[in-house]
């Protein structure tokens, strides 16, 4: 069994838990559930740097990166650096996320929002709607296809971006439909942990040039950037190099700088 299987195991019996505590009728009487969403897959297609900088206290592959920083330091850090949107790590156990942070990010800047989950379940859309996020991640490794179709399409109704997440060709075929709005790549071999650029430029051809384009996983110089966008990608998912650093919105900033010079 693989990282991704026990994830799943543990995801079902945490969602489970929580819909029997919040029903969805309270979710939608959130304040934030009518609020207007801002479009990630919009801001990169004419961003000329693609930055999706991530919150991420720990990772399985990593443990550790970051326990220390307030989250709103690092959600308005973000944005003064410029990024074109941030992704928020809700996952507790082998994340060291919480639903929490996505509103303490929500209150701190304007920026499109991700919430990045494994989502199996059209509970945690609404969750997430209901929680101030832009837009929902799904990842073709643990979803059928009619599961993206119908995540995708509740998504699209709440007016929540999609960004879909594939790591081979077949991932990608099963995945294709008009219900995503961003198709990301992630470098990192979910057996192995491995990661390799090749990965997005091998898949790159397949994709339809009706989404935008986002590789995930493994970028953390500019040259990786300047390596990938002649292939068509337009987002950049840039997580630990950031995290890693005293200062994430700096470090940003200063990446940014130097990616546009």
């Known amino acids: 069994m693989n990282i991704l299987d026990k994830i799943v195991i543990d995801k079902r019996k945490e ?20 609020r207007q969403t801002n479009s990630l897959s919009q801001n990169l297609s004419t961003s000329q740097s693609g930055i999706i ?37 809700t996952d507790g156990k082998y994340f060291g996320g919480a639903l929490d942070d996505l509103l303490l990010v929500r209150a701190s800047c304007a920026l499109p929002l991700l919430r990045k989950e494994f989502v199996i379940d059209p509970y945690q859309i609404i969750e997430a ?22 995540f995708s399409e509740l998504a699209n109704s709440l007016n929540l971006d999609v960004l879909l997440e594939v790591h081979n060709e077949a991932e990608l075929h099963k995945s294709i439909m008009p ?17 390799s650029l090749e990965t997005s430029k091998a ?30 990608y337009k987002g950049f998912l840039i997580g630990e190099n950031f995290m890693k650093t005293d200062n ?14």
């Not at 969602?15 to 009518?34: A, G, H, T």
């Not at 219900?179 to 990661?195: Q, W």
């Open 15 to 34: 969602v489970d838990l929580r819909k029997s505590l919040i029903p969805v009728s309270q979710l939608e009487q959130s304040v934030l559930f009518d």
């Open 203 to 232: 898949l790159s051809e397949q994709i339809p040039n009706d989404f935008v384009k986002v590789s995930e996983s493994g970028i953390s110089s500019i040259d990786a950037i300047k390596e990938l966008q002649p292939y068509g």
């Open 129 to 150: 709607k209901a929680y101030g996020a832009d837009v929902i991640l799904l990842i073709a490794a643990i979803l059928s296809r009619a599961e993206i179709k119908q």
């Open 248 to 261: 994430p919105g700096q470090s940003a900033t200063e990446f940014i700088k130097n990616l546009e010079s």
């Open 53 to 89: 900088a991530e919150h991420k206290r720990r990772s399985p592959s990593k443990s550790v990166i970051n326990q220390d920083l307030n989250v709103q330091d690092v959600a308005s850090g973000y944005e003064e650096a410029g990024v074109c949107g941030m992704s928020v790590l």
């Open 179 to 195: 219900s995503l709005d961003m198709l990301g790549v992630n470098n990192r071999n979910l057996k192995t942990f491995e990661v």
